[in-house]
């Protein structure tokens, strides 16, 4: 254990009571560095940290080095202005020649609420700001992890050479930055502000896509350290999920036709049209893709009228939707196109709507063995975009860079940013039980039309969370004790970790306050607040249901139930035969 003399514990004793500028010094936070051991694989560097009193506020930075670069969290908003202690510590894992760069943000001693709050970030980025936890009254933290994050995307460093792979760096990308950067925060937070060992530091994770991702690492390999965990849309399976980016243009290739974006469009949206009802309310919504799964025929749609006018989009090419959220630290967009499109007018052709039907069915090998789940129907198909030609005059493929340069760094294993072409040899847990154990929360919402990871993906996880932890416990009873701990909500119409122009329906406003008062206050939800944020129903508040209940409008009335239909939860349940050992 940490040995410091009488001195430096009677600082520590009256931290909580003193001035930010008070506490906010070199010599403080020296003085409650863990010693060596203390952190185990982890020695850290006295001589390299820095202290200074930064202000920020919810929605900019005046700080001097723009610090306040993020959100300030999924949950929060407003104006508010902040002081705070900017803190940047080093350390070194013993063997190895690194240094891993750490930032912290503490707030003054009078808005500390004994919290300690973790962001995640998106695409190949971990997140860069450490002032996210300000609005909450709590710590909070960056990692450059050891390979310069604040600058560089995890898939600009992870070759060192063709064929030679960063492992370290993968290891701290994937789950283990963030793990250390909790463990290292959460004992400087306790000597900052003097925190006995006997008084609890709430401990919280937020994160959507990528974030989603880091988040369930966290859960699963550091389960112990937090006590609510947020995570949307995770991009977990990371080698289905990525590869799963490329699957359009495989769909298309094999079936010799890129439609062209306006007839893919007039597909959805007249899809959106005809499901919308189905869910009990026409409100441009579709509540229930399982019903549009179980009763819709995307043949009805042939022969409907499309048109386009011409017009120059760009394109970001990492496979997001335009309309969500694509993780808020993204430091560079060298993928994006900008692209000329005709006038585009016609009808909707048996070609095109095989083409999203293939999609929407998901990956199958040629034996017809399922491989991967997809898109809900209904949600929009962004990855199926082609590209016009305007020197041949036709519609072609354009590959998008997230699934095109994950083939080309982690399977083939090449410095390279993407596929150049479909050629024909494309054609072929842990588990949370420390989580648990420890009283953590957690709360998982999941856009039900996101066109960038499917809403199944996380149903599936949902699926094999129950399973392995309750394969002997009657379905009432493992629904009743998974809500105690693990809460899992579909967001109707909702595109990736954000509202969706195409389906003007609710989205969470107020994660971060909820996770809170069930965490501090044993206030457990049953089901999620959101807000529609645009339509006929702008303003209107939805209590979403929790699953596998689904939401069912009354008929004439603006509010619904949350029922139970066997026969919908069957269609968002997935085997993958084509794997020969278990995809969780």
């Given at each position: 254990?940490?040995?410091?003399?009488?001195?430096l514990?009677?600082?520590?004793?009256?931290?909580?009571?003193?001035?930010?500028?008070?506490?906010?010094?070199?010599?403080?936070?020296?003085?409650?560095?863990?010693?060596?051991?203390?952190?185990?694989?982890?020695?850290l560097?006295?001589?390299?940290?820095?202290?200074?009193v930064?202000?920020?506020?919810?929605?900019?930075?005046?700080?001097?080095?723009?610090?306040?670069?993020?959100?300030?969290?999924?949950?929060?908003?407003?104006?508010?202005?902040?002081?705070?202690?900017?803190?940047?510590?080093?350390?070194?894992?013993?063997?190895?020649?690194?240094t891993?760069?750490?930032?912290?943000?503490?707030?003054?001693?009078?808005?500390?609420?004994?919290?300690?709050?973790?962001?995640g970030?998106?695409?190949?980025?971990?997140?860069?700001?450490?002032?996210?936890?300000?609005e909450?009254?709590?710590?909070?933290?960056?990692?450059?992890?050891?390979?310069?994050a604040?600058?560089?995307?995890?898939?600009?460093?992870?070759?060192?050479?063709?064929?030679?792979?960063?492992?370290?760096?993968?290891?701290?990308?994937?789950?283990?930055?963030?793990?250390?950067m909790?463990l290292?925060?959460?004992?400087?937070?306790?000597?900052?502000?003097?925190?006995?060992?006997?008084?609890?530091?709430?401990?919280?994770?937020?994160?959507?896509?990528?974030?989603?991702?880091e988040?369930?690492s966290q859960?699963?390999?550091?389960?112990?350290?937090?006590d609510?965990?947020?995570?949307?849309?995770?991009?977990?399976?990371?080698?289905q999920?990525?590869v799963?980016?490329?699957?359009?243009?495989?769909?298309?290739?094999?079936?010799?036709?890129?439609?062209?974006?306006?007839?893919?469009?007039?597909?959805v949206?007249?899809?959106?049209?005809?499901?919308?009802?189905?869910?009990?309310?026409?409100?441009?919504?579709?509540?229930?893709?399982?019903?549009?799964?179980?009763?819709?025929?995307?043949?009805?749609?042939?022969?409907?009228?499309?048109?386009?006018?011409?017009?120059?989009?760009t394109?970001?090419?990492?496979?997001?939707?335009?309309?969500?959220?694509?993780?808020?630290?993204?430091?560079?967009?060298?993928?994006?196109s900008?692209?000329?499109q005709?006038?585009?007018?016609?009808?909707?052709?048996?070609?095109?709507?095989?083409?999203?039907?293939a999609?929407?069915?998901?990956?199958?090998?040629?034996?017809?063995e399922?491989?991967?789940?997809?898109?809900?129907?209904?949600?929009?198909?962004?990855?199926?975009?082609?590209?016009?030609n305007?020197?041949?005059?036709?519609?072609?493929?354009?590959?998008?860079?997230?699934?095109?340069?994950?083939?080309?760094?982690?399977?083939?294993?090449?410095?390279?940013?993407?596929?150049?072409?479909?050629?024909?040899?494309?054609?072929?847990?842990?588990?949370?039980?420390?989580?648990?154990?420890a009283?953590?929360?957690?709360?998982?919402y999941?856009?039900?039309?996101?066109?960038?990871?499917?809403a199944?993906?996380?149903?599936?996880?949902w699926?094999?969370?129950?399973?392995?932890?309750?394969?002997d416990?009657?379905d009432?009873?493992?629904?009743?004790?998974?809500?105690?701990?693990?809460?899992?909500?579909?967001?109707?119409?909702?595109?990736?970790?954000?509202?969706?122009?195409?389906q003007?329906?609710?989205?969470?406003?107020?994660?971060?306050?909820?996770?809170?008062?069930?965490?501090?206050?044993?206030?457990?939800?049953?089901?999620?607040?959101?807000?529609?944020?645009?339509?006929?129903?702008?303003?209107?508040?939805?209590?979403?249901?929790?699953?596998?209940?689904r939401?069912?409008?009354?008929?004439?009335?603006?509010?619904?139930?949350?029922?139970?239909?066997?026969?919908?939860?069957?269609?968002?349940?997935y085997?993958?035969?084509?794997?020969?050992?278990?995809?969780?």
């Amino acid at each position: 254990m940490r040995q410091q003399s009488n001195a430096l514990l009677a600082l520590a004793s009256t931290a909580s009571a003193a001035s930010l500028s008070d506490v906010c010094t070199v010599s403080h936070v020296k003085n409650i560095l863990p010693s060596d051991g203390t952190l185990l694989g982890i020695n850290l560097i006295p001589s390299a940290v820095t202290a200074s009193v930064y202000n920020a506020s919810s929605s900019s930075s005046s700080s001097p080095s723009g610090a306040m670069g993020g959100a300030m969290g999924m949950g929060g908003g407003g104006s508010t202005s902040y002081s705070y202690c900017n803190i940047t510590v080093s350390y070194t894992h013993p063997g190895k020649d690194d240094t891993v760069i750490v930032k912290y943000a503490f707030p003054s001693p009078t808005e500390f609420k004994n919290r300690f709050y973790v962001a995640g970030g998106g695409g190949y980025t971990l997140n860069s700001d450490a002032t996210g936890g300000l609005e909450y009254g709590a710590v909070s933290g960056a990692t450059d992890a050891g390979y310069d994050a604040f600058n560089n995307d995890y898939d600009s460093i992870v070759l060192k050479g063709n064929g030679s792979v960063d492992w370290d760096a993968t290891h701290m990308f994937g789950y283990q930055a963030l793990g250390e950067m909790t463990l290292l925060g959460k004992e400087l937070t306790r000597g900052f502000y003097g925190i006995g060992s006997d008084e609890k530091v709430y401990t919280y994770y937020e994160g959507c896509s990528d974030g989603g991702r880091e988040g369930m690492s966290q859960v699963q390999r550091w389960g112990e350290e937090y006590d609510g965990v947020i995570t949307g849309a995770p991009a977990f399976r990371y080698a289905q999920q990525q590869v799963h980016h490329i699957f359009s243009s495989v769909v298309e290739h094999t079936l010799d036709y890129a439609p062209p974006p306006c007839e893919l469009a007039k597909i959805v949206n007249a899809t959106i049209a005809a499901c919308d009802p189905l869910d009990g309310r026409t409100d441009g919504v579709v509540a229930r893709t399982d019903l549009c799964m179980l009763n819709f025929n995307l043949t009805s749609i042939i022969g409907t009228p499309y048109y386009c006018a011409a017009q120059t989009s760009t394109s970001l090419g990492f496979g997001f939707s335009k309309r969500g959220h694509h993780g808020r630290n993204r430091k560079r967009d060298d993928h994006s196109s900008t692209s000329y499109q005709p006038a585009q007018n016609g009808t909707v052709s048996a070609k095109g709507v095989a083409v999203a039907q293939a999609i929407y069915d998901g990956l199958h090998t040629t034996q017809g063995e399922r491989a991967y789940l997809s898109w809900q129907i209904a949600s929009e198909l962004s990855d199926a975009t082609s590209t016009y030609n305007s020197t041949s005059g036709k519609w072609e493929l354009s590959i998008t860079s997230m699934g095109g340069e994950y083939v080309r760094k982690f399977v083939q294993l090449l410095d390279l940013d993407n596929l150049s072409t479909l050629g024909r040899r494309y054609l072929r847990h842990r588990h949370l039980t420390r989580f648990k154990e420890a009283g953590g929360k957690l709360l998982h919402y999941h856009g039900e039309s996101d066109p960038s990871i499917p809403a199944a993906s996380s149903v599936h996880y949902w699926q094999s969370v129950k399973s392995i932890m309750y394969p002997d416990v009657e379905d009432e009873t493992a629904l009743l004790d998974m809500s105690d701990w693990y809460q899992f909500y579909l967001v109707p119409g909702a595109a990736h970790c954000g509202t969706n122009t195409l389906q003007p329906g609710p989205y969470p406003q107020n994660n971060m306050e909820i996770m809170i008062d069930w965490v501090e206050n044993g206030v457990k939800p049953s089901r999620l607040n959101a807000t529609v944020s645009s339509g006929d129903y702008e303003g209107e508040i939805q209590m979403l249901c929790q699953w596998p209940k689904r939401p069912l409008w009354k008929n004439g009335s603006d509010s619904f139930s949350c029922v139970d239909d066997k026969e919908s939860i069957e269609s968002w349940t997935y085997d993958f035969p084509a794997f020969k050992i278990p995809v969780y």
